[in-house]
C-alpha cells in the first residue's frame, strides 16, 4: 500500500534519523578505511602521509594475509555447508511432522538469541580437553583431542560453533520453504511411484530453491565477517595462527599492532572479496533459481 503524506519534507524527515545512522556507522567507516588504506597512519594519531599503493603491495606480498585469507576461504566452505545442510535435514524431519518434530521447532531456534561471545564460551567448556564431552577419549587416547596446542582441533571446534549459531535462521527459512510446497505434488508424485527420498530429490529441493540460495548467500557472507566474536571468545587466533582468519588478523594488526594502514588495507580488501563473492553469487547462481511455482 502505498503511503501518502501531506508535506514532502514529512517523508523525509521520517527517514533522516535512518539515514543518518547508516551514514554515520556504515558508510563512514568504509570510507575512512579506504582512505587510510592509501595512507600511512601513526598509531597514536598526528597526522598521516600519503603512500599510494605501498600498504596493498605491502599487505599483498604478507605470506600472513594469504594464510589468513585461505583459512578464511575454508571457514567459509566448510562451515556454511553444514550450517545449511544440517538445518535442511531438520527441517525436512519437521517437515514430514515425525515424533517430536514440534517441539523441536521451538527448541531449534532457541541458539539465535545467544550472541557470538556467549557461544564460544559454552563451546570452550564443551570442548575442553579434559572436563568437556571429549575427555573420556583423552583418557583412552591420550592427547588425541587438544584445541589448546592442536590447530585441527581448534579450527574444527570453531566450525562447530559456528554451525551451530547458524542451524536457527537457515532451520526457519528452509523450513517456511518445505511447508509452503503444494500437498498435491507430493500426493501425485507418490501415485506416480516415487518414494521418500525421490519426492526430496525431485519435487521440494527444486521448490525451494529460492530459499536455499538466500541462506548460502547470506551465510558464505556470514561466515566471512561474523566469526569474530567465536575466534575472540575462543582461541584468540591461536594455536599458531591455526584460527586466525582475516577479519580476527584485521583486528590483531589494528589494536594490538597497531598498525591502522595495514588493518584498513586489509579490511577494503576484505571488503572487495566479499562484494566479489556476493556478485558471483547473484550474477551466476541466482540464474539457476527460478522463483514461480
Do not use: C
Not at 40 to 55: A, D, H
Amino acid at each position: 500500500m502505498l503511503a501518502l503524506f501531506p508535506q514532502r519534507w514529512l517523508a523525509f524527515a521520517l527517514v533522516l534519523p535512518q539515514t543518518l545512522l547508516i551514514a554515520l556507522f556504515f558508510y563512514l567507516p568504509v570510507y575512512l578505511a579506504f582512505y587510510w588504506s592509501f595512507t600511512l597512519e601513526r598509531p597514536f594519531g598526528g597526522g598521516s602521509e600519503f603512500v599510494g599503493l605501498q600498504n596493498y603491495a605491502r599487505v599483498l606480498a604478507d605470506p600472513e594475509f594469504w594464510g589468513s585469507l585461505r583459512l578464511t576461504f575454508i571457514f567459509m566452505v566448510i562451515g556454511s555447508t553444514l550450517a545449511i545442510v544440517i538445518p535442511l535435514i531438520l527441517a525436512l524431519a519437521a517437515d514430514r511432522h515425525i515424533r517430536l518434530s514440534q517441539p523441536a521447532r521451538n527448541i531449534l531456534v532457541w541458539p539465535k538469541g545467544v550472541a557470538g561471545a556467549s557461544i564460544g564460551l559454552v563451546f570452550v567448556f564443551i570442548f575442553n580437553p579434559f572436563l568437556g564431552l571429549l575427555a573420556p577419549l583423552n583418557g583412552l587416547f591420550p592427547g588425541i583431542w587438544n584445541p589448546r596446542i592442536d590447530g585441527a582441533d581448534a579450527f574444527t571446534m570453531i566450525v562447530v560453533a559456528h554451525v551451530w549459531g547458524g542451524i536457527p535462521f537457515n532451520f526457519v527459512v528452509l523450513l517456511s520453504g518445505l511447508q509452503a510446497v503444494p500437498q498435491v505434488l507430493h500426493r501425485a508424485a507418490a501415485l506416480d511411484g516415487a518414494g521418500p527420498w525421490r519426492r526430496v530429490r525431485d519435487v521440494q529441493l527444486p521448490l525451494i530453491a529460492p530459499q536455499l540460495f538466500l541462506s548460502f548467500a547470506l551465510e558464505f557472507t556470514e561466515s566471512v565477517t561474523g566469526a569474530f566474536g567465536l575466534i575472540d571468545s575462543m582461541t584468540e587466533g591461536g594455536p599458531g595462527g591455526s584460527t586466525t582468519l582475516l577479519v580476527y588478523k584485521i583486528y590483531s594488526d589494528g589494536f594490538r599492532g597497531y598498525d591502522l594502514s595495514g588493518a584498513a588495507t586489509q579490511t577494503a580488501l576484505l571488503m572487495i572479496f566479499v562484494l566479489m563473492l556476493t556478485a558471483f553469487q547473484f550474477l551466476v547462481l541466482e540464474r539457476r533459481v527460478r522463483y514461480e511455482r
